[in-house]
């Protein structure tokens, strides 16, 4: 959905109650919320026709054939907030399977926002993309980033390749800054 009268019909049919899936360009599920309020839609609207917005991402995973431990830069995962003890991780050095490239294979991670009461009560208030992100984070939602920390912590992906997929936003903030 990309323009307003798309978007507006899409509310009206899913207020006489039927169940509508729609798509919405932004880099989390909570930018969709904050989306939706940006392009105008009341915030009661909002909230009495969404039940649920889902981020999706896809991961290239680490070759099974040349894989190798990793241990990543200390300040790299404090930039990065790295919530886990493990200080090893895996990636591919490349080889024929993968055709150098250390990775093989692809797997979704996913964000689900739930349209719950707390959710609710802040979109009533028109909040700011900010406080959005700190009520959906007080429901407790995992989100893009913790899954994808979790395929590194199980070896299953590389630690860049979840910064490449995740972070985009603030790939984005690093570009303008050092374009300014």
Not at 42 to 57: D, H, K, M, N, W
Not at 77 to 92: C, H, K, Q, Y
Not at 117 to 131: F, I, Q, T
Request: charged share 25%; proline share 3%.
């Amino acid at each position: 959905m990309r323009d307003l009268e798309t978007i507006n019909a899409a509310l009206t049919v899913a207020e006489t109650g039927h169940l509508v899936f729609a798509t919405l360009h932004t880099n989390e599920s909570i930018g969709a919320v904050a989306r939706l309020l940006e392009m105008g839609i009341e915030p009661y609207l909002l909230t009495s026709t969404v039940i649920g917005v889902v981020a999706q991402r896809l991961v290239r995973l680490v070759c099974d054939e040349c894989r190798i431990p990793y241990f990543p830069p200390h300040e790299l995962l404090e930039r990065i907030d790295w919530p886990g003890t493990n200080m090893s991780f895996a990636v591919g050095k490349g080889c024929s399977k993968c055709f150098d490239t250390g990775l093989r294979h692809r797997r979704g991670i996913y964000e689900l926002l739930l349209m719950d009461e707390m959710l609710r009560k802040s979109v009533l208030r028109n909040p700011s993309l900010d406080e959005l992100r700190e009520a959906s984070a007080k429901s407790r939602m995992r989100t893009l980033k913790d899954e994808g920390f979790r395929l590194v912590e199980e070896g299953a992906t590389s630690l860049d390749e979840v910064m490449r997929v995740v972070f985009v936003e603030e790939k984005a903030r690093m570009i303008a800054a050092s374009a300014a």
